[in-house]
């Protein structure tokens, strides 16, 4: 492969643990600050978020194209990633990644275990950070494809993206399937725009209503 190059562009301004920060990468652009248990204003994400996202996107695409070497069924993969900051000075300590197989094959459990351990080695975003953090993999979760539901998790973009990904999202929905939305909000006024725009098209269920944490199981009604 011939050598690549990538280019980001970061912005800064105020003052201290109080300014806000912007970073352009593509046709992408994302808020970031200090995080507010760093004593930060805690608004859109942080350089600590933005490292465990690069090492989850890394690990995600690898274990995905290990699960189709390895003839494992799947239909989509979620990966939790928990970073864990110590220390004075502060230093990243350990990151912790837990893939979600779902409409894969429970009773090959193993087999995809090994694949997610392995995607760990193979991810080469991740083997830079080795050396000076304890990166680990968890439990690999298995679901059957009549049980596994989809989650969109939108508490991390930035507002003025959550709604273009959530639409394209429920647009890709068959009839007679579900999402689950997880905000940080009352995504009431998303409720509203659905109806104006796809009519009675979806269902629209809380199961989760704050005060942090809203979810929404979002239905694509069958024809």
């Known amino acids: 492969m011939s050598e690549l190059t990538f280019e980001v562009t970061t912005r800064w301004s105020g003052v201290g643990r109080e300014a806000l920060g912007t970073v352009e990468t593509g046709d992408q652009v994302l808020a970031w600050s200090v995080p507010a248990g760093m004593g930060g204003r805690g608004e859109g994400s942080s350089p600590e978020e933005l490292l465990a996202s690069a090492v989850a996107t890394c690990y995600t695409g690898t274990l995905s194209s290990l699960l189709n070497r390895d003839g494992l069924p799947w239909e989509r993969v979620q990966v939790r990633m928990r970073q864990r900051v110590e220390g004075r000075p502060l230093r990243i300590a350990e990151l912790l990644v837990t893939p979600e197989v779902l409409g894969g094959d429970p009773a090959r459990h193993a087999a995809y275990q090994a694949a997610a351990n392995l995607a760990r080695e193979h991810c080469f975003i991740g083997k830079h950070l080795r050396r000076e953090v304890e990166y680990r993999v968890g439990q690999v979760s298995v679901e ?80």
Request: no cysteine; aromatic share 8%.
């Open 144 to 223: 059957a494809p009549e049980t596994a539901q989809e989650e969109l998790d939108v508490r991390s973009l930035a507002p003025a993206q959550r709604h273009q990904l959530i639409f394209s999202t429920i647009d890709r929905l068959e009839a007679g399937s579900n999402l689950t939305l997880v905000n940080d909000h009352d995504p009431l006024p998303l409720r509203y725009q659905l109806e104006a725009t796809r009519g009675e098209e979806f269902s629209w269920e809380y199961l989760e209503q704050g005060p942090k944490t809203w979810k929404v199981r979002i239905g694509r009604r069958s024809q």
